[in-house]
């Protein structure tokens, strides 16, 4: 073990300061942790006991706990064991909640704990196995699926029958309800019925089709029992449906034809009510069991979104599932809303990093460059909030760039144009009429990939225009790049590089184009503009599309394809190359070479402070690499890790190196080792400080100077962790050189750049 000598300690000591601060330490999230950053806004199912209520959203669980007036969630990061929420339901008599999955997957929660129960989800008989509802009945749950109906033994944990209540094919069950001595099935074909005493239900033949209704042959999706009569709802055309229901004669009768989204009972034990409530897209509808309305009950409409499902919490107060506003609590005539912090939707297009900061953007378009109608929505993560803004009368941003000398942001949007926007407001909008922007059908102004040069200049994609590319210049003039090359092409992205060059790539193809500005970024009259298929090594394509471009901290760029990823290490020489053949990287793993994520088709890639090149992939997670990308340090996938979801759309790598990935399940961030590095050692400081007993995870020492040597010794200067930074940034594990963890005392941290000239020395308490 290496002892520091005399003159180690003297270099150092006149730097000797204690690294932590109490401003630092609040609110750290230390190296390696994994968070949820999920929309909480659109609420498709609630359920609710006693003394809570679950609110589903798309992606996790919103807990309202009644009495102490708080708010927790449930999701794949914390307890539970996948996205993609289905259904919930709540047993009163067991208290537990069921979360049922489009995937099939199954979760029981109960006492603040979470069980799995995979086997529907497992099964390869069927192509859809999605838990659409749940009933409980006799210490059972009947779950509703998309191949028949599965029951689940509460007290066992045991799926102990499945159901084909229409013969010959697997028709989806939308609901289930036991009334009347029998088991009764909505399905996408019609009514079924099953007396709960026959035998051998898994026999179809055991189910009789319920004629009573006109045309039953249409679909149904809810059911509902009050005791004495069965409710259920009818599909009449694509915005309606009937509501019936059948009497003790067996005879249905019509109750009103309206947009059904619900039809659920007055207070959390159904078999106790004497009322039921049809929630509607602008109302909830209070009636009687016996059919008639309640005038004084019926909520209008205070939203303009759908209310998907609602719940009276034993006649007092009405909780409502909103599908913009979140849960909404509804009492004598005034509005709650409830609403987690997070982001305004699951769906995120790009995500943009600046400084400490991520913004996003949610709409886009699809591969084939249409867009997809998605509200305009902008958020901002800043100080551990999201900060959100949607915008009437806009769709589908596709791209953001900040201007960070006026706070402002600029954003593109896929039909309405450029927008410059401050403070979540729109102060000005660049379209066909006050800009050379074009229009493609039904004035539609695509704008989409943004990139800002280092002279302050934003390039930006106008899809479907004669000229796709334009340039708005800080003084607020927009020009046409009229390049020859790109004439009529329809320009994938653009990536402002290095070496004075401006990068893209043509839609769906393996083409890139590099734009040489000639000294006149603000002219492109003289600019030189080649484009250049990517090819193999052999001179043959082996990618049919790219997906993005980046540029590593050595000015290497590095592009994303449908087979993988290539590297150029010499882009400077971009226009002298005969044909373009960027480096395909290999990979030696267990004995067997091959070109990284080969086969993949790769969405984003990030460079990280450290260096390391985070790759985000369509279907197979996340790919972390070293930074000569010879090594693969993490491989993040939802069936092994955290990670929300597999299809990974969008990355962004803050300052403080917390990378943000935009999955189709949501945002989720994780803790890298790697940050940015700072000029000075004035606002260094580790964390936790002191480490306490118990604690296991990473000790991180934080905004440094960029790549500084850290020495860890203890009081008395015997060596015990040694390690470089990556980037602004260093952790140790608790363990000293011979992989044992260290005694409780005080231990001295040195850090020193390569050539000596800037020092620094902390201290860290560690108690074991």
Request: with cysteine; net charge negative.
């Amino acid at each position: 073990m290496r002892v520091l000598t005399r003159m180690d300690l003297r270099l150092f000591l006149p730097a000797l300061t204690w690294l932590l601060l109490a401003s630092h330490v609040s609110g750290q999230v230390p190296v390696g942790k994994w968070r949820a950053h999920l929309s909480w806004s659109s609420i498709q199912d609630v359920a609710g006991s006693d003394e809570r209520i679950f609110a589903a959203a798309s992606n996790g669980i919103l807990i309202y706990h009644k009495e102490y007036n708080n708010t927790a969630t449930l999701h794949k990061i914390n307890k539970l064991s996948d996205a993609g929420i289905s259904a919930i339901g709540y047993a009163p008599q067991q208290q537990l909640l069921m979360v049922g999955y489009r995937s099939g997957n199954l979760d029981v929660w109960k006492d603040g704990s979470v069980s799995n129960y995979p086997a529907i989800e497992d099964q390869m008989f069927y192509p859809s196995k999605r838990i659409n509802s749940m009933a409980f009945y006799e210490g059972q749950a009947w779950l509703a699926c998309d191949f028949g109906v599965v029951v689940f033994d509460l007290s066992s944990g045991e799926f102990v029958d499945t159901y084909s209540p229409v013969a010959g094919t697997d028709v989806p069950v939308l609901d289930v309800e036991h009334h009347d001595q029998a088991w009764w099935a909505a399905t996408s074909q019609g009514l079924f019925r099953a007396p709960d005493d026959a035998p051998n239900l898994d026999n179809p033949a055991r189910w009789e089709q319920v004629t009573a209704f006109p045309d039953p042959g249409r679909r149904v999706t809810d059911l509902l029992s009050t005791g004495t009569n069965l409710l259920f709802s009818v599909s009449l055309n694509a915005d309606n449906e009937e509501v019936y229901y059948l009497n003790p004669t067996g005879q249905a009768d019509l109750l009103l034809e309206t947009d059904v989204q619900a039809i659920e009972p007055v207070g959390n034990r159904p078999e106790q009510t004497e009322r039921f409530y049809i929630c509607t897209s602008n109302r909830v509808l209070v009636y009687e069991s016996g059919m008639t309305p309640v005038p004084a009950g019926t909520v209008e409409r205070y939203t303009a979104r759908p209310l998907p499902t609602a719940l009276f919490d034993d006649g007092r107060d009405l909780w409502i599932g909103d599908a913009a506003k979140g849960l909404i609590r509804y009492r004598q005539g005034s509005a709650e809303s409830i609403v987690y912090n997070g982001p305004p939707s699951d769906h995120t297009f790009v995500l943009k990093s600046y400084g400490t900061e991520i913004l996003g953007v949610g709409g886009g378009y699809d591969e084939d460059g249409d867009p997809l109608g998605r509200r305009a929505s902008l958020y901002r993560y800043s100080q551990e909030q999201w900060g959100n803004n949607l915008y009437e009368g806009y769709t589908d941003f596709a791209d953001l760039v900040p201007l960070p000398e006026s706070n402002r942001l600029m954003v593109a949007s896929w039909g309405d144009g450029l927008l410059e926007i401050d403070g979540g407001q729109v102060l000005r909008r660049y379209d066909q009429d006050n800009s050379p922007l074009e229009t493609y059908q039904l004035d539609q102004v695509r704008v989409g990939n943004l990139c800002r040069d280092s002279q302050g200049l934003l390039w930006m994609v106008n899809d479907r225009a004669d000229d796709p590319v334009k340039i708005l210049a800080s003084n607020g003039r927009m020009v046409t790049a009229s390049y020859d090359a790109l004439k009529g092409r329809r320009v994938g992205g653009l990536f402002c590089g290095d070496q004075g060059f401006r990068w893209g790539y043509l839609h769906n193809t393996p083409l890139v184009f590099a734009v040489d500005p000639n000294g006149t970024p603000a002219d492109p009259s003289d600019d030189r503009v080649r484009i250049q298929e990517v090819l193999n090594f052999n001179g043959q394509s082996f990618a049919k599309s790219i997906h993005a471009m980046d540029k590593d901290m050595e000015g290497n760029i590095w592009i994303a394809t449908d087979e993988g990823v290539a590297v150029d290490y010499d882009p400077g020489a971009f226009f002298e190359r005969d044909d373009y053949r960027p480096n395909r990287v290999r990979m030696t793993i267990d004995g067997y070479t091959q070109y990284i994520l080969r086969d993949n088709k790769v969405m984003d890639i990030e460079v990280d402070p450290g260096n390391r090149k985070w790759m985000a992939t369509e279907r197979s997670g996340v790919y972390v690499f070293s930074e000569d990308t010879q090594q693969l340090l993490a491989h993040y996938r939802s069936s092994t890790s955290p990670l929300l979801s597999d299809s990974v759309q969008s990355l962004a790598i803050n300052d403080k190196g917390m990378v943000f990935f935009a999955t189709a399940a949501g945002i989720c961030s994780y803790r890298g080792e790697a940050s940015s590095g700072r000029d000075n050692f004035s606002d260094a400081y580790v964390f936790p400080n002191p480490v306490r007993p118990g604690y296991d995870g990473k000790i991180t020492i934080t905004n440094l100077v960029q790549g500084v040597n850290v020495k860890i010794t203890d009081i008395s200067g015997n060596l015990v962790y040694e390690t470089v930074a990556k980037g602004g940034q260093a952790t140790w594990d608790g363990r000293n050189l011979a992989g044992h963890r260290v005694a409780s005392g005080v231990y001295l941290i040195f850090m020193t750049n390569e050539d000596g000239s800037k020092t620094h020395v902390g201290k860290l308490l560690f108690l074991k």
